[in-house]
């Protein structure tokens, strides 16, 4: 190995190995370009042209004081112009070349010397290729979703070169991540738990999948698991009575209504999977408003105002949870129980006072049946959805505006409502 390669520091990050791969992808297409005679097709503009010279002056001076990691900072920069329509000098590519060797990711110093050996047929490329081609070999190690083994990359005789340390010592950056690794690794044994493999230097090893064996399957986790809370100012409105709501049995009933409240709920979260999991919430739901009778606001004969309507519900609501990024959104049956206060009657004693049914209620008439309070119970179920926007994390829970909207019968009406509110909800693992 070249000089290069001598006094390694011993600290690494993905980052690096990341800008290898993008070299790698970026210097493959612009030498498959250049073969076939076609020019990138982006253009550098006068910023770019200017910033090159001040990043590439930049880079220099800091190789002089043998600062690789800020070298290789500065390189990460070209390569972002690079995709601008710079184009890198035999210069640059060397200085990248050195920084990446000397931090030790030799898959990213190998893709360098073959984008600059296309430029210029240097000697000592060549003989820094035919060095790495000598000590190394590819490989992709693939590990699958259900692995929940070791992870580490272990040399059966692990290498003296400090470059071939730091190159394994990236690998397993990477893997830990956790993530599958492509690159370059020293000839030689290896073991990943319980499976082994091989690296022949200057050879293609192909894919090595990572499945589990006995013992090494990944134990389930929920990928999200915590409490859930929404809290929001709602519309509630009792419907008109159905047919049911209208006949002898039912009696006297109020008249349709509807108001503004609070609704809160809370409850728990669980991701199943990175995007399905089960909700279940119980919660609080009120209403508050005017009298109004067929849309028209009721006043005492006398001007006074007439008692307004309430309802204080209690729910319980199961559904399925779903999540998309910073999309979420949830479904399911729900159930109310709880009762109001009324001022307006209406119903099949209204239209029917002389009926032996509505013997409580006779001589009511119409009139004085605007003026009726009724109390009573309300049990209804029906369904419930809800949509939310991720917005803001806080410790373990993210923040995330929701709209939500549902509707419930108690067999006499329909009770449709919607809410506008805030939730917080658990971070996703996933993310």
Known sequence: MTQNLRHLPRQFTLSRLASASGSLLLSTALLGAASLGIAPPAHAGDVEKAEHVRVSEEMRKLAQRNAWSAVEAQFEKLLALQSAGEVLTVQELSLGIQAAQNLGDITAARARLEQAIKIEANPDFQQQIQAIDANYGHVKLAYDKRYGGD???TPASPPFAPDQRASIAIANTVVAAPGDYDGLLPAGDYSIGTHKFTIAAGKDSGNVAITPSTGESKAFA???LGPRATIGVSELVAGGLNSTGSGSSAGLQAANFGGIGARVGVGLDMGITPHVGVLAEVGYHDLFGAEQVDGSPVTNPDGSAVAGNSIHMGYGWLAASFRFDKFWAA????????????????????????????????????????????NGQIMAGGGAASVSYALFDVGPFSGAVTLEGGAQTDSYRLYPWGQAGLTFAPVSKAN
């Open 151 to 153: 992870r580490v990359i």
């Open 222 to 224: 929920f990928a999200w």
């Open 331 to 374: 479904a399911g049956p729900i159930w109310g129980i709880g009762g109001g206060s009324v001022t307006g009657a209406t119903g099949y004693c209204v239209s029917n006072p002389t009926d032996s049914a509505c013997s409580a209620n006779a001589g009511l008439g119409e009139e004085n049946a605007r003026y009726q309070r009724l």
